[in-house]
């Protein structure tokens, strides 16, 4: 059971570039998560989804934008990457809002140079 | 937005010795109350949670309390272990329902 799968581990950015960070779960959970985590810092809630088709703004939206166009799939995309946008990035997803565990990926690590 | 604030931010015991970390919410919505540990260079995991209309849950060395009143709520490690040593994090909900994460307690076991 793969549970949350988020690609890339690893990426090196410059300013201004842009790129995806991958999400996908075999679980058929409706609720998606994308999370950013400052070095020594908790997470901060970026966009999260209630279901295909259904994303909203988290803590943290500026820079990114999200889509969700079927249950399994939650893509992190990231336009005019700045160095502010260095984080480590989880992906998570849950069977129900606020009530029970959430699955988180293993982590992307970008850093924009 | 839900203020949450953990303390202490670092936590040094000996093992077998005993941790509590505590953590203050302002929502009066939230209902619901994990603490995740997270070890170096992993993602999070759920070790424990409670809901509001529990005062106590306790699992094998580890319990979580809750004062709703008082608006906050604690984790307790008993006989800790070097593999304790880890960040942890409490995550209350807010009203929306989504989990608001404090900013952590890094807990070291020395044997």
């Known amino acids: 059971n793969a549970g949350v799968t988020q690609t890339p581990k690893f990426r090196i950015l410059k300013i201004g570039q842009s790129m995806t960070l991958q999400c996908a779960q075999d679980m058929n959970h409706n609720y998606m998560y994308w999370y950013r985590q400052d070095p020594g810092m908790g997470l901060k809630l970026i966009y999260y989804s209630v279901g295909a088709g259904i994303t909203d703004k988290g803590e943290v939206p500026n820079g990114y934008n999200v889509s969700r166009s079927t249950t399994e799939d939650f893509p992190l995309r990231l336009e005019l990457a700045a160095p502010s946008q260095t984080s480590v990035y989880f992906c998570a997803s849950s069977p129900l809002l606020g009530a029970g565990e959430l699955f988180f990926g293993e982590g992307s690590r970008l850093t924009v140079l | 937005g839900e203020n949450v604030e953990q303390h202490p931010s670092t936590l040094s015991v000996q093992e077998g010795d005993s941790a509590v970390i505590k953590c203050t919410y302002s929502?009066?919505?939230?209902?619901?109350f994990p603490w995740y540990k997270q070890e170096l260079g992993k993602r999070p995991q759920l070790i424990i949670d409670?809901?509001?209309?529990?005062g106590e849950k306790k699992d094998q060395r580890i319990a979580v309390t809750l004062n709703k009143t008082a608006k906050h709520f604690s984790l307790h490690i008993t006989e800790t272990q070097p593999e304790d040593s880890a960040v942890y994090f409490c995550?209350?909900?807010?009203?929306?329902?989504?989990?608001?994460f404090g900013a952590g307690t890094q807990v070291v076991v020395t044997p």
């Open positions: 409670i809901r509001s209309n529990v």
């Open positions: 995550a209350p909900t807010d009203s929306w329902g989504k989990l608001q």
């Open positions: 929502d009066s919505a939230s209902n619901y």
